[in-house]
């Protein structure tokens, strides 16, 4: 029996060893991902011509003197607002108001001499009447025989007398009347100089420019200020001798600013006619809106549309961009593709292609979360 146990151990553990299957791991084949595209084809696309320039102030005022005198006070400094008619600068006026007050007080002495002119006409006036009266009555005794012709000469001397005495005190009278009219002149100008003494804000603005400290001479004509009118900017751009014919006044245009995050809608307000002689340009004024962040010598970029072109574009939501590249995702032959890119303008929610796509390629939008390079896809249209 022991032998018989013996000679069926290697069968059974032959069957054993059988029955192990090899633990070979079979990678299942990975699903598409379901996807959904836009193919790429060519469109009608706006043609736009982009000039720079730099933001200017369309109203600004440099602030000078009109008199030669010391500096007393300065009221504002650069970056500060102003009202209009706010004072802004006093010079040293002291010796105008010597003026002014000598002018005043000939005033003053010419007025006082009017009441003194004015009853000796009155006194004359009385005079001349008596010496009328008189004469009248001599006339009359005269004419009877009643006078000598003595008498009736002197009534007339006197009567010439009066007359003269009349007329000499009304000459002196207007002589005063003259006189104070001179020195009211006098006086207007003095208070007129006094003014210039006083520098004021000629508009509502920002300072963005000061030359003058207390103590400094101040002379005619040299700038001390530079104002300009708050809200009132435009972009002063450079076009091309090329491309005059296709910009108009009144044209609109998209502005971009450096600091600024948005795009301002203005206008074509002036177009210098001169061409600049070395840039073969032409200066080309566009009103700004009136925005707080603007400040003049900002540089900008004003964008035209000349008209429209063909071309290749994609939603712009299927753009990718890591630092200064452009990506999309391809489906091709049932495999996703990332695809750089070169993009162009932006028009409404698409992106013009410059370079990457061709006409009837297959983009995929929305670009599902995670989706690796190289994945199967499945195209649901």
């Given at each position: 029996m022991k032998n018989k146990f013996l000679w069926l151990t290697p069968f059974v553990l032959l069957?054993?060893?059988?029955?192990?299957?090899?633990r070979e791991a079979s990678a299942a084949p990975a699903r598409p991902?379901?996807?959904?595209?836009?193919?790429?084809?060519?469109?009608?696309w706006p043609s736009i011509y982009e000039a720079t320039g730099t933001v200017r102030a369309r109203t600004s005022a440099v602030i000078a003197a009109k008199m030669l005198g010391y500096v007393r006070e300065v009221r504002v400094q650069t970056g500060d607002h102003v009202r209009e008619g706010q004072l802004l600068i006093i010079l040293d006026a002291r010796d105008l108001d010597v003026s002014s007050h000598r002018a005043e007080a000939a005033l003053e002495e010419v007025?006082?001499?009017v009441p003194e002119a004015d009853h000796a006409v009155a006194g004359a006036k009385v005079n001349l009447d008596l010496a009328q009266s008189t004469f009248a009555r001599m006339q009359e005794l005269w004419n009877k025989k009643s006078i000598s012709n003595q008498e009736f000469d002197e009534a007339s001397a006197k009567v010439k007398a009066a007359q003269s005495a009349y007329d000499a005190v009304r000459a002196r009278r207007a002589q005063?009347?003259?006189?104070?009219?001179?020195?009211?002149?006098d006086v207007r100008a003095a208070e007129v100089a006094r003014s210039y003494a006083q520098i004021t804000a000629p508009f509502a603005g920002l300072v963005t420019a000061k030359s003058v400290d207390p103590g400094s001479l101040a002379a005619p004509g040299a700038a001390l200020l530079t104002i300009e009118r708050a809200g009132?900017?435009?972009?002063?751009?450079?076009?091309?001798?090329?491309?005059?014919?296709?910009?108009?006044?009144?044209?609109?245009?998209?502005?971009?600013?450096?600091?600024?995050?948005?795009?301002?809608?203005?206008?074509?307000?002036?177009?210098?006619?001169?061409?600049?002689?070395?840039?073969?340009?032409?200066?080309?004024?566009?009103?700004?809106?009136?925005?707080?962040?603007?400040?003049s010598g900002t540089f900008g970029?004003?964008?035209?549309q000349t008209g429209t072109r063909a071309a290749l574009a994609i939603p712009a939501g299927a753009v990718t961009e890591r630092g200064q590249l452009q990506s999309t995702v391809v489906a091709e032959h049932?495999?996703?593709?990332?695809?750089l890119i070169t993009t162009g303008h932006k028009s409404d929610d698409q992106v013009e292609i410059l370079s990457g796509l061709a006409a009837g390629e297959n983009v995929i939008f929305p670009v599902p979360k995670g989706l690796p390079d190289g994945a199967a896809v499945e195209v649901r249209r």
């Amino acid at each position: 029996m022991k032998n018989k146990f013996l000679w069926l151990t290697p069968f059974v553990l032959l069957l054993a060893g059988c029955s192990d299957s090899p633990r070979e791991a079979s990678a299942a084949p990975a699903r598409p991902v379901p996807v959904s595209v836009v193919t790429v084809a060519e469109q009608r696309w706006p043609s736009i011509y982009e000039a720079t320039g730099t933001v200017r102030a369309r109203t600004s005022a440099v602030i000078a003197a009109k008199m030669l005198g010391y500096v007393r006070e300065v009221r504002v400094q650069t970056g500060d607002h102003v009202r209009e008619g706010q004072l802004l600068i006093i010079l040293d006026a002291r010796d105008l108001d010597v003026s002014s007050h000598r002018a005043e007080a000939a005033l003053e002495e010419v007025r006082s001499s009017v009441p003194e002119a004015d009853h000796a006409v009155a006194g004359a006036k009385v005079n001349l009447d008596l010496a009328q009266s008189t004469f009248a009555r001599m006339q009359e005794l005269w004419n009877k025989k009643s006078i000598s012709n003595q008498e009736f000469d002197e009534a007339s001397a006197k009567v010439k007398a009066a007359q003269s005495a009349y007329d000499a005190v009304r000459a002196r009278r207007a002589q005063l009347d003259t006189q104070a009219a001179r020195v009211q002149q006098d006086v207007r100008a003095a208070e007129v100089a006094r003014s210039y003494a006083q520098i004021t804000a000629p508009f509502a603005g920002l300072v963005t420019a000061k030359s003058v400290d207390p103590g400094s001479l101040a002379a005619p004509g040299a700038a001390l200020l530079t104002i300009e009118r708050a809200g009132s900017y435009r972009l002063e751009a450079s076009i091309e001798e090329s491309r005059l014919a296709s910009i108009r006044v009144g044209q609109p245009a998209v502005v971009t600013l450096d600091g600024l995050e948005r795009a301002l809608d203005a206008r074509v307000s002036e177009i210098v006619p001169a061409v600049d002689a070395a840039s073969r340009s032409y200066l080309v004024k566009i009103d700004l809106p009136a925005i707080p962040a603007l400040r003049s010598g900002t540089f900008g970029r004003a964008s035209f549309q000349t008209g429209t072109r063909a071309a290749l574009a994609i939603p712009a939501g299927a753009v990718t961009e890591r630092g200064q590249l452009q990506s999309t995702v391809v489906a091709e032959h049932g495999v996703a593709h990332m695809r750089l890119i070169t993009t162009g303008h932006k028009s409404d929610d698409q992106v013009e292609i410059l370079s990457g796509l061709a006409a009837g390629e297959n983009v995929i939008f929305p670009v599902p979360k995670g989706l690796p390079d190289g994945a199967a896809v499945e195209v649901r249209r």
